[in-house]
């Protein structure tokens, strides 16, 4: 079966400090894979995703992700944080043998201090 | 994106009770989902919404339990039946546009029910 793992439950920053969360996945066909954000108090959003060609992906507010396939990671990185990073960051999956079906990492809650 | 709302936006209901939730989208789209967020978890997918169909439920979830309905290419219901405590939870409708070229959801702002 398909699962995403977010080995960092909780990570703390300063502000300008660099990020990488990191995103493991178990699924060896082709795969479809995306990063949301969870701001505090509001609904989920994309950051970025990643479906084919260049394995680096560029996503909103500075955030990219790199797929290394030979991994199976998706690592978000941002090479200085804004204390308006703070937020819960999901990595996620679908198979493109199982389309549209989402499985989603157990999150990792971004703080920043200012 | 388009706009998703959900109502109701949060609800605190009583044992034995049901609650229904409903996702409304301000465009057509291909598939709608339902999505349970419990409490520090990450989410899960509850069904797929199919339009003019029965919803198809994922491992563990049952149309007893939670019945789906989706009467148009726009808006879908999900009902949380003879609730326990245990269903406290945030709900989440997502929705994948048919304009898009890559299978990509989008997310409501979530529908947050605590069972007393």
């Known amino acids: 079966a398909q699962s995403v793992s977010q080995h960092n439950h909780h990570v703390i920053l300063s502000e300008a400090a660099s990020l990488e969360l990191g995103c493991n996945y178990s699924?060896?066909?082709?795969?479809?894979l995306f990063w949301y954000v969870q701001y505090p108090g509001q609904h989920l959003q994309l950051l970025l995703k990643y479906f084919s060609g260049d394995p680096l992906v560029k996503g909103i507010k500075g955030f990219e992700a790199e797929f290394i396939k030979s991994k199976f990671s998706f690592n978000l990185r941002k090479p200085s944080v804004q204390w308006s990073d703070t937020a819960e960051y999901f990595c996620a999956v679908t198979a493109y043998s199982s389309a549209s079906k989402i499985i989603f990492g157990s999150g990792t809650r971004l703080s920043i201090r200012p | 994106s388009a706009v998703i709302s959900q109502k109701p936006s949060r609800d605190i209901c009583q044992r034995g009770t049901s609650l229904t939730i409903q996702c409304q989208v301000d465009?057509?789209?291909?598939?709608m989902f339902w999505y349970r967020q419990q409490p520090g978890q990450s989410l899960t997918l509850i069904a797929t919404?199919?339009?003019?169909?029965?919803?198809?439920?994922e491992s563990g979830f049952v149309i007893d339990k939670f019945p789906i309905s989706r009467p148009n290419l726009t808006f879908s219901t999900l009902t949380v039946s003879n609730m326990s405590p245990e269903d406290s939870s945030i709900y989440l409708c997502s929705v994948e546009y048919r304009r898009e070229p890559q299978e990509t959801q989008y997310f409501g702002p979530g529908t947050r029910l605590l069972v007393l």
């Open positions: 465009s057509q789209v291909t598939m």
């Open positions: 919404a199919n339009q003019g169909s029965e919803a198809t439920y």
């Open positions: 699924y060896g066909g082709t795969v479809n």
